[in-house]
């Protein structure tokens, strides 16, 4: 099913002279950086994420107002903390994608990973009979995708380009290289039956908002904006829903990779509703890993961004 992959490219207006500067500016980064440990690398993105929640005010104050609205009964310093933690954690990320393919290989995982709760989710992998995995933009959301793509797991991530076109294919080109398969999230709609026949799994990034369309459901206590498709995948072609996370242990290059819930399709065979019953259930599930750690959480999102038309402003 390699045609699958064939991403469909979207023209963008950009300087491109600028785009490739940046994209070897960033390849001599990576070189420079090569020269010290990966503790020391996360030890400096702590550093930068700091400084970031330092200075990039508008981030900063949509994360405290996240932070409030979700944790009510937190005081100022928790809020702070927390945010200033969550920026950390996104730097973290960072690094650890441009040193995953050096630092993970088949012989060595064990060294940066850590199962919890995984092994039925193996075996439903294992069965081919097409599978729906979800995480959020909380701990390092990349490394789940890269390891099953070295040992070999059908699976197909769900995933937007980044603006810049150069810096996009080569850490596109670096994650396919090691087993993943990345599906461009404008137009991958066409090709989702095709993979699900196949047996594959097909991997989401589940915490986005999806606009006036979505479908509002609970997440902290709030409305957010959820989309319909995962769901209508789920139920139309009658599969499984994975939800789990990999969370960072401490400020190390090694995880927790955690399922926390499977809904199985005779779950919903007796709902009301049960598109909204599967997108509400994943959403709880997501709430759930994201409270046992808040810091890991990108609370900088616009998760709120849309309401629901009947809600008063």
Known sequence: MAELVAKKKKKKKGNLFIDWLSYILLRIVIVFLSCFSIKANLNTACILGRLLWKYYNRGRKRAIGNLKASFPDKDEKWINKTGQRSFEQIAMLAMDILFTPRLVKKNNWPEYAVFNNAERTKWLMQEKRGLIMLTAHYGNFEIVGY???????????????????????????????????????????????????????????????????????????????????????????????????????????????????????????????????????????????????????????????????????
């Open 147 to 313: 390891i099953m793509g070295l040992f070999g797991f059908d699976i197909y991530s769900v995933a937007r380009p980044l603006d810049n076109k150069y810096i996009s294919d080569y850490l596109y080109g670096v994650r396919e290289r090691f087993g993943q398969k990345i599906l461009d999230k404008k137009g991958a709609a066409q090709y989702m039956d095709k993979i699900i026949e196949s047996g594959a799994t097909l991997c989401f990034i589940a915490d986005q908002d999806a606009g006036r369309k979505g479908i509002f459901v609970d997440f902290f206590g709030r409305k957010a904006s959820t989309y319909k498709s995962i769901g209508l995948i789920a139920i139309t072609s009658n599969i499984p829903i994975v939800v789990g996370c990999s969370r960072r242990i401490g400020n190390q290059f090694k995880f927790e990779m955690k399922v926390n819930r499977i809904i199985m399709p005779q779950e919903w065979v007796d709902k009301d509703n049960p598109l909204e019953w599967v997108t509400a259930e994943y959403t709880k599930a997501i709430e759930d890993f994201v409270r046992e750690d808040p810091s890991q959480y990108w609370w900088l999102h616009r998760r709120w961004k849309h309401r629901p038309k009947n809600e008063i402003n």
